[in-house]
């Protein structure tokens, strides 16, 4: 019994390794939001913390994204975000949702924007690397808990800047690394995303932003 159990496990874990989803997929190809019910709205917790004035405030917000569509053809869903910060309220979008969950962009673009400005480098260059590196990423199995729940799915890891030529210019900042959680068992398909730069040391973070979904509200009953 030992013996076939051990075998099924083995052939389990083979399979599932051989099935695992390539980085482009989890990130740019699967239609995630398609498969929310329009006027569904999903609520992310978003934590940004530094350890020093100069790399500036950590702050805390919710972001809520209702997904809508027409209702003449419920195919043409789109995402609008509204972001809280105590008491003031911004938006982002509307962006289209055909592929990924825009908010993964919503947070991508902040962290560009804060690279810039702590490095004095170009926008486009930090964008462009980031985007290239989420299309190779390192992906693998995981397990995380979500309403009560234990999921599987899959962490999407990458550190994009580690052997960039121009990392000197990016101090610290060199070190970024990324990890996103997903899973198909969750509304809008990721769960949680996390960006850490550790100190040159290594014995601490001097920067840690976090996106972690805390529920959906289902469309209101007509």
Do not use: C
């Amino acid at each position: 019994m030992l013996r076939i159990a051990g075998a099924l496990a083995a052939l389990f874990f083979t399979t599932a390794a051989f099935a695992a989803p390539t980085a482009t997929e989890l990130f740019f190809d699967t239609p995630y939001l398609m498969r929310v019910a329009p006027g569904t709205t999903l609520n992310y917790a978003y934590r940004h913390a530094t350890s020093k004035a100069d790399l500036g405030e950590g702050f805390d917000e919710t972001m809520a994204m209702q997904v809508t569509a027409p209702p003449e053809d419920t195919s043409k869903r789109v995402a609008d975000v509204v972001i809280r910060r105590g008491d003031k309220e911004g938006e982002a979008g509307p962006f289209p949702t055909m592929n990924g969950n825009p908010i993964a962009l919503v947070l991508l673009e902040r962290d560009v924007k804060e690279m810039a400005q702590l490095s004095k480098g170009s926008p486009f260059y930090i964008r462009n690397r980031v985007r290239d590196h989420l299309a190779d990423g390192t992906v693998e199995p995981a397990r995380f808990t979500y309403d009560g729940r234990e999921i599987e799915g899959w962490k999407l890891s990458m550190q994009p800047f580690a052997g960039d030529p121009n990392k000197d210019k990016l101090q610290e900042l060199a070190g970024r690394h990324y990890e996103f959680l997903f899973s198909d068992q969750v509304p809008g398909g990721i769960y949680a995303i996390r960006v850490v730069t550790p100190a040159k040391d290594g014995t601490s973070n001097i920067i840690e932003t976090s996106l972690t979904l805390t529920g959906a509200a289902a469309p209101a009953a007509k």
